[in-house]
């Protein structure tokens, strides 16, 4: 039985409070959290970047120095807009390959058949913790193609338990507010030693900070901190017009799926003395909140597993891994429909989707060469539960309540 003990609404209103004013007026705390990120990815290898999506970019102009005579990704259509951005930004051209069949895992298949000469590097995302297929599509790469982990939704504290990012020739995390490492802003990018020296002397060129550049992220951090205690939410519930989070409608950090003429420059600033103050913060409590999300996943399986409105959870080979939302994927948009309407009826948050096929954008549409039709159901039938510390075994019976 999980045990998660339910502190009063003060608790999570002085802890927010404490988060953000110690990053104003803390110590500078860079080095200490350089020490930390080592320990937690057992290398020395890595960069800090100002934001998951930079690395990626950093990765991919590195690449492209590497070998000037190809030009295509590969990477999967059921993804993060700006993840196929970075590809634009570094002057490169996305090709899209699409997830198993009724999966979250890529599809190995497909993937081979876009693999040609023109092929620089392949990036695979971990949805839902660790992709499945890592070692088969490792097995691709021996003609000098790059493999790319995206970690920036599957970072881990305890490499004993995951295989996260060791395939990969370069992977990167994300630590953006929403994340259980978080500072704000905030990325990792991992390598072995000589490409990161290499990035180093010929790649890096960080801008000058602006503070104005996340004023609204931390804003938005203290609102999402406040709406983790379910009956805080109850406040904002009236702004829930439809089937979601009120913040994805009153914030807009970041979630146009479009493209600017060129990389935005704050994407490549140093991370601010500010955001490494809130991460030193979030390091203190995050063994201690990892082990809470493990026990909400398997409390959340166990609940989940017979369910048969539903064709996919997270593979409980995967239920250690310290994942940020717990994914489920419906049979179909009648069970996720009815699913939101008793969500939304209850007050209660969930996410109703989790990344788009970005090969239905309209800006991306000229990369589409088929229909990516398991992206497309994913996109469709997923809903991602809450998991992070403030959930408790009320919260978790209450949505199993819910699904049939």
């Known amino acids: 039985m999980l045990n998660v003990i339910i502190k009063n609404p003060s608790y999570y209103i002085s802890t927010t409070l404490q988060e953000i004013f110690?990053?104003?007026?803390?110590?500078?705390?860079?080095?200490?959290?350089?020490?930390?990120?080592?320990?937690?990815?057992?290398?020395?290898?890595?960069?800090?970047?100002?934001?998951?999506?930079?690395?990626?970019?950093?990765?991919?102009?590195?690449?492209?120095k590497k070998d000037q005579t190809k030009r295509e990704v590969l990477v999967s259509s059921y993804n993060y807009h700006e993840v196929i951005n970075m590809i634009l930004y570094a002057g490169l051209k996305p090709v899209f390959y699409d997830l198993k069949y009724k999966s979250l895992n890529a599809d190995l298949s497909n993937i081979k058949k876009k693999i040609n000469n023109n092929t620089l590097a392949i990036i695979i995302t971990h949805f839902n913790g660790i992709n499945q297929s890592m070692q088969k599509i490792k097995l691709l790469t021996y003609k000098k193609i790059f493999l790319i982990e995206d970690c920036a939704i599957a970072l881990n504290t305890n490499q004993k338990n995951t295989k996260i990012s060791k395939f990969g020739d370069y992977s990167f995390y994300s630590m953006n507010f929403t994340k259980n490492l978080n500072s704000i802003t905030g990325g990792i990018l991992k390598s072995s030693k000589k490409n990161i020296n290499e990035i180093k002397k010929k790649i890096l060129n960080f801008t000058d900070y602006n503070t104005l550049d996340n004023f609204k992220n931390y804003i938005t951090l203290f609102i999402v901190k406040m709406l983790m205690f379910k009956y805080f939410y109850f406040i904002f519930s009236f702004f829930n017009k439809i089937n979601s989070k009120p913040l994805r409608h009153f914030f807009n950090i970041n979630f146009k799926k479009n493209i600017q003429k060129k990389i935005p420059n704050y994407y490549l600033n140093k991370l601010p003395n500010i955001n490494n103050k809130v991460l030193a913060y979030s390091f203190k409590y995050l063994e201690d909140e990892n082990k809470i999300r493990i026990e909400n996943n398997n409390y959340y399986y166990q609940l989940l597993k017979n369910k048969e409105s539903i064709i996919t959870l997270i593979p409980q080979e995967n239920l250690k891994l310290v994942?940020?939302?717990?994914?489920?994927?419906?049979?179909?948009?009648?069970?996720?429909?009815?699913?939101?309407?008793?969500?939304?009826?209850?007050?209660?948050?969930?996410?109703?989707?989790?990344?788009?096929?970005?090969?239905?954008?309209?800006?991306?549409?000229?990369?589409?060469?088929?229909?990516?039709?398991?992206?497309?159901?994913?996109?469709?039938?997923?809903?991602?539960?809450?998991?992070?510390?403030?959930i408790n075994i009320a919260i978790i019976q209450e949505f199993n309540s819910y699904i049939k």
């Open 323 to 390: 994942t940020l939302e717990f994914p489920i994927l419906f049979k179909n948009n009648f069970y996720k429909t009815n699913f939101l309407k008793r969500v939304k009826k209850n007050n209660l948050d969930v996410r109703k989707d989790y990344y788009v096929n970005c090969s239905n954008l309209e800006y991306l549409k000229e990369f589409k060469t088929e229909e990516f039709v398991n992206s497309k159901f994913v996109e469709e039938n997923l809903v991602c539960l809450p998991n992070n510390p403030k």
């Open 22 to 64: 110690k990053a104003f007026f803390g110590k500078n705390e860079s080095k200490n959290n350089t020490k930390k990120i080592k320990n937690l990815l057992q290398t020395q290898n890595f960069l800090i970047t100002n934001f998951g999506r930079s690395a990626l970019y950093i990765i991919l102009l590195h690449l492209k």
